[in-house]
Each structure stands twice: as structure tokens, then as C-alpha cells.
């Protein structure tokens, strides 16, 4: 049986586990994890990546592995099939993750952007902009649009400098990392680019104080700040770079989940809010 016909359908050939629409997760009667995307050519991406960085220290030499073991991609498929990983995500959306877990991820990311892994696309700080403002004219019918287009113009007048570009997961949060028996484990690279080491840092810390807000409790940068002392301390040459541009990656991180997040659709008051803090963060 092929890896398309193994997710094809709930029930005995592949039961979905979550996943966006257009890149639906299954679990396969074989017990591995199967992801399908729209195309081929998706798919391939998606298996290089996870190759490279399984081959890589980050991967199979590490213990425990810091990505689940890919398998090899069928010509033409538009599935990628992978390791399935025992264990529940370190938090769900919503739920701040465990304060003792917080060291270990800052630990696996530093080990991430240590790793050497090269990939052909990269995401500059001028490209972050750019993504900002396609974010900012799909809200521009939304009331809430000239303050993100506002916070995303002035974003581009405060661009760090790139310095030097790492290996970046895109979105880097507890929801993507898996407890296993053995330690943390990171899944779904599909924003995996070059990038500065503020991008993945940043978005940790931005993640933690909108969920703080969504909670109704007061937000706050400490578990962010403390997260980004771990790494420092971990990858100490990266320090400058992950400094000089985090307010401004924490900026762009709050204004994509503005843009992201469905519950922010009707807590307005909440989006409103870290609209400010975004705007905030560019000083």
C-alpha cells in the first residue's frame, strides 16, 4: 500500500490527528505519523528539511534525537511519513507550558540553531516586514487594521541588522514540542528558514505573553527574557545578534498572532492590546 492510500480516509488505512486543511497529520495502520500537502513539490521540501536535520547533530547522533526519524519520500508522493513520537506536546494553545520544561526548550533550540543545517530559503528582516504587510492588507477591511499596518510600517523604519543567519524553525513554541520519555523533541518545520537567531527566541517569549493575556492574567516578558538568558548562555556568540533584534522580532511575533490566532477574532480587546505592546517592543 502506498503512502497516499494510507491517509486517504479516518478508520483502519490512517486516522487524522490534527493539522491544518491543507496539511492534514494521520497516524498510519503501520504506526508512523503522515503529513499530505497540497503538492508534490511541498512534500519534497518538507522531507528535505527534516533529512538535513536528522543527518545533522541536531538529529539521529543526538540523544534523544531532536526531530522525529523521517522515511524516505516516495517519488511523487505528497506525503511525507515520519517517526510517530510517544509522549503529549509541552502545552496546548491556551495553557502556559511548565515552568520546569522552560530550560530544556531554550537548550533544544540553541542545539537547533547550532546544528550547521543549510536551506535554500532564508527570511531576512526586511523579508519579516514584507510578510507583515501581506498580513496587514488581509486585515485591512477588519477594524483593527490601520493599527497593525501602523505597527507593521513602523516596524520597517527599526530593522536590525540580520547578522548571521541560522537554521530557524518559524514557530517555535511549546505547541511544537513534544515530552517523550527521553526529553523534548521538535516537530512541523514547515516555516523552517535561515534566519537570525532572534526569530525562534523572540516568538518563544511573544507566544508566552499573548497566552498570559488570553488567560486574563497580567502579561509579562520575565519567562521570555529568562528564556533568552538561556540561550545566551548556551550559544554565548549568538548573544548580540539575539539582543539587538529582539524587539523587533518580538514586534513582528505579536503581530503574527494577531493575525493568526482565532480566538483573537473575538477577544478584541486582547488583540487590541498587543497590538500595543508590539508597537511597544519597536521602543
Known sequence: MTAEALVTTEGP?????????????????????????????????????????WRSTFGETRTPPGVPRPEPLESGSRTLLMERLDGPTLSTRGVLPPADQEAGAAVLLAELHASGVQVGRTRSARGVVRSLRRKAADLADDALGPSFAAVADRAARHLP?????????GDFSPRNLMVTATGLRLIDFDRFQMASPARDVAYWGAWH???????????????GDEFVATYAARRPGAARDVHEGLGFHRAAALLRIVHGWSALAVR???????LLEADRQLG
Open 13 to 53: 488505512e490512517g486516522t487524522r490527528l490534527a493539522g491544518h486543511d491543507d496539511r492534514p497529520v494521520f497516524v498510519t495502520a503501520d504506526g508512523l505519523v503522515a503529513k499530505r500537502y497540497a503538492s508534490p513539490e511541498g512534500a519534497a521540501a518538507a522531507s528535505a528539511t527534516l533529512t538535513a536535520l
Open 161 to 169: 541588522a540580520d547578522g548571521t543567519l541560522v537554521p530557524t524553525h
Open 209 to 223: 505573553w499573548s497566552t498570559a493575556l488570553l488567560r486574563d492574567t497580567e502579561p509579562s516578558w520575565v519567562a
Open 268 to 274: 478584541r480587546d486582547a488583540a487590541a492590546r498587543i
